[in-house]
């Protein structure tokens, strides 16, 4: 067999190791990852001596904006900000305009999304008001729900624990995972009403507003819902040290939970509102220094299963504001949290073993896209971030790929980057720069999820049931 191309002298990383490997492509899969040796011919060899191939990173939590707010973002932009980041999968959110929470919309956004350069999944949107399109949503396509136990952009109510727990009962029969912006809003209205009446609106009445027992109190009820049920689900944005204890006791109880943290809750912390202002504003917000302490330590042994960004780009006008609370929440991010964290692999604070198993292989496995995704390995999906270990650049928010040209991040200086990233066997960035004529490669995950079956529990309590029952 004649494979379409070898990147030859590359190392390859996995979860547990690196490997001098030669890596052989054909019809965007892995033919063979081996000694020079043992390649089989090929068409082209692209020499990536020096380099460390990783599995290109899977973002599961990014927000593109379109339908509906295609001034911040659109599918275009946003997956050549993924691009640019060595991330070959992205899962998008449903907080787009409309939302994305009955078939309709889903279809909408399947037909935005076609010009997307690298793979996508798509969140469909578990609300009060959509619990009987659930089930169509996951027919028609959506590779897992997203539900906001907390407002946030778009306004999207949060739903009352009664639907959440009907949502849960469903999707555990759907088998998808629920992915929750675990903040309980009503303690944060509460507090953020009283901050407000009382004229407080520096950036830092922002924690005071949403302090960690408001996702303590989210991950700990999510989590019985979950156990109750049988729901997989996944906690978002892990901002505090609070909320690990629920977390990892959900765990140990055999609760299918899993969690992800962002480079702003490991990278920043209160010290930096004073120079960054309203920039910094994101839901939930970054907490006190030991809160991030803590979560380094959670991400390196596992309690955080994931690093995911948030991608939630914003004009820099609706970013800076004077008054805390009319200043959007959220900055772009799905092209920087690589060259972030790999910084942090040069710094010894992870290995890069650490970092494949929290970029890829740790998302590909909680969504159902492992075996195909998540690793470089023959049959897998030839989705690679070809690593430069030692590049040393400075983020700029005017060289962002995002139309969100504003980061917290600005003036950093990082070391390691992705210099091409392939997708399906086809560069989408190479050499530092987006690949002509292919925003529109990407493709949606649905034919390659395979979520293992749930384990639906007090199947015969659930409304299903009892309305069944009564007709
Ligand atoms: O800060 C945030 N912004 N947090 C979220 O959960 C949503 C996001 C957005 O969509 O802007
Ligand atoms: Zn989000």
Request: charge should be negative.
């Amino acid at each position: 067999m004649i494979a379409d191309m070898i990147l030859t002298g590359g190392i390859v990383v996995d979860d547990r190791s690196q490997t001098r490997a030669d890596v052989a492509i054909k019809d965007g899969h892995i033919l063979a990852v081996g000694a020079p040796e043992a390649m089989p011919d090929a068409r082209e060899r692209v020499d990536v001596t020096g380099l460390h191939l990783l599995p290109g990173a899977i973002d599961v939590h990014v927000h593109f904006r379109e339908p509906g707010y295609t001034h911040k973002e659109d599918w275009q932009t946003g997956t050549d900000a993924a691009a640019m980041g060595g991330v070959t999968t992205v899962f998008e959110m449903p907080n787009t305009h409309p939302p994305t929470r009955s078939v309709v919309e889903l279809r909408q956004k399947q037909e935005l999304a076609r010009k997307a350069r690298v793979d996508f999944g798509l969140y469909g949107l578990m609300a009060e008001d959509n619990i009987g399109e659930l089930e169509a949503l996951a027919e028609a396509g959506a590779n897992a729900f997203k539900c906001f136990m907390g407002n946030t952009f778009g306004n999207l109510p949060s739903p009352s624990t009664g639907a959440m727990l009907e949502g849960f009962e469903i999707a555990a029969k759907l088998g998808l995972r629920v992915s929750l912006h675990a903040e309980t809003w009503s303690i944060m209205a509460w507090r953020q009403k009283r901050l407000e009446a009382a004229g407080i609106h520096h950036p830092l009445a922002h924690i005071a507003a949403r302090p960690e027992i408001v996702a303590i109190e989210a991950v700990g009820r999510a989590a019985a819902l979950a156990e109750w049920t049988g729901a997989r689900i996944h906690v978002l944005h892990i901002s505090s040290a609070g909320e690990l204890v629920p977390l990892a006791e959900a765990k140990r109880r055999g609760v299918d939970i899993t969690g992800e943290t962002c480079p702003c809750y490991l990278m920043l912390d209160s010290s930096d509102y004073a120079r960054l202002g309203s920039v910094i504003r994101v839901n939930p917000p970054v907490r006190e220094a030991r809160d991030s302490a803590a979560i380094w330590e959670a991400l390196a042994s596992g309690v955080v299963d994931m690093i995911a960004t948030d991608h939630a780009p914003h004009t820099p006008e609706e970013k800076q504001r004077d008054n805390i609370w009319q200043a959007d929440c959220g900055f772009p991010g799905v092209e920087t949290q690589m060259p972030l964290m790999l910084t942090a692999v040069a710094e010894g604070r992870i290995t890069l073993e650490q970092y494949v198993r929290m970029s890829a292989v740790a998302p590909a496995r909680a969504f159902g896209l492992w075996p195909m995704k998540g690793r470089i390995a023959p049959g897998a999906h030839a989705d690679i971030a070809a690593v430069d270990l030692t590049r040393r650049e400075t983020i700029a928010a005017q060289n962002l790929h995002s139309r969100g040209k504003i980061t917290p991040f600005e003036g950093v200086e990082t070391t390691g980057a992705p210099v091409h990233t392939l997708v399906r066997g086809r560069f989408v960035q190479r050499d530092r720069k987006l690949v002509p004529n292919m925003a529109g490669h990407g493709r949606q995950v649905t034919d390659i999820q395979q979520m293992p079956a749930a384990a639906p529990r007090n199947t015969d309590q659930s409304l299903a049931a009892i309305l069944g029952q009564k007709g």
